[in-house]
T-cell receptor, first 111, second 115 residues
């Protein structure tokens, strides 16, 4: 059974802090790892990673994949209150574009 | 505007009633998906469809049914056999059904409450 585990489950930081969110996986026929941000309703896409060791970056957010150790991290630098959300990690497997999601990390950024 | 729409936003149902959640996309995507989200459990796959007139069960299909008669539409019926239907339901679509590399795009969700 495919499994995706995220840690921590919940995190509270002060504005300006840097945070690292973790995602580990055990799946068959790995294709890609995706990060989403969910604020109120629809998750919005952040990154898709398919190759080990190549960092994807967008503004203050960055992510990297380690296919040997089966994990990914999502870094957020200089956090802002607008970063408060649930961050979801998902792994794509096989040929059907199916995604297996982790339980998410709830991030709260306080002033 | 291209996107995925779900209706209604909020739905209340009495125990023992079937209810159908709507999902429509105008992105011309091949694949569509239904997920259920409960607090602390992430997203769990209910059903998915890679092409019109074909669909497959996901991890938690019991008590649910779907149809895919048109490319743009993938309605989900929550039947009375679903023991704990109160949840947030998300519909998603993906452009390519076969590559496994494409991100899924999500609709705004429907919150179903059983009274």
């Amino acid at each position: 059974e495919d499994k995706v585990v995220q840690s921590p489950l919940s995190l509270v930081v002060h504005e300006g802090d840097t945070v690292t969110l973790n995602c580990s996986y055990e799946v068959t026929n790995f294709r890609s790892l995706l990060w989403y941000k969910q604020e109120k309703k629809a998750p919005t896409f952040l990154f898709m990673l398919t190759s080990s060791g190549i960092e994807k970056k967008s503004g203050r957010l960055s992510s990297i994949l380690d296919k040997k150790e089966l994990f990914s991290i999502l870094n957020i630098t200089a956090t802002q209150t607008g970063d408060s959300a649930i961050y979801l990690c998902a792994v794509g497997t096989g040929t059907a574009s199916k995604l297996t999601f982790g339980t998410g990390t709830r991030l709260q950024v306080t002033l | 505007d291209g996107g995925i729409t779900q209706s209604p936003k909020y739905l209340f149902r009495k125990e023992g009633q079937n209810v159908t959640l709507s999902c429509e996309q105008n992105l011309n995507h091949d694949a569509m998906y239904w997920y259920r989200q409960d607090p602390g459990q992430g997203l769990r796959l209910i059903y998915y469809s890679q092409i019109v007139n074909d669909f497959q069960k996901g991890d938690i299909a019991e008590g649910y049914s779907v149809s895919r008669e048109k490319k743009e539409s993938f309605p989900l019926t929550v039947t009375s056999a679903q023991k704990n239907p109160t949840a947030f339901y998300l519909c998603a679509s993906s452009p390519d059904r076969t590559s496994g590399y494409n991100e899924q795009f999500f609709g705004p969700g429907t919150r179903l409450t059983v009274l």
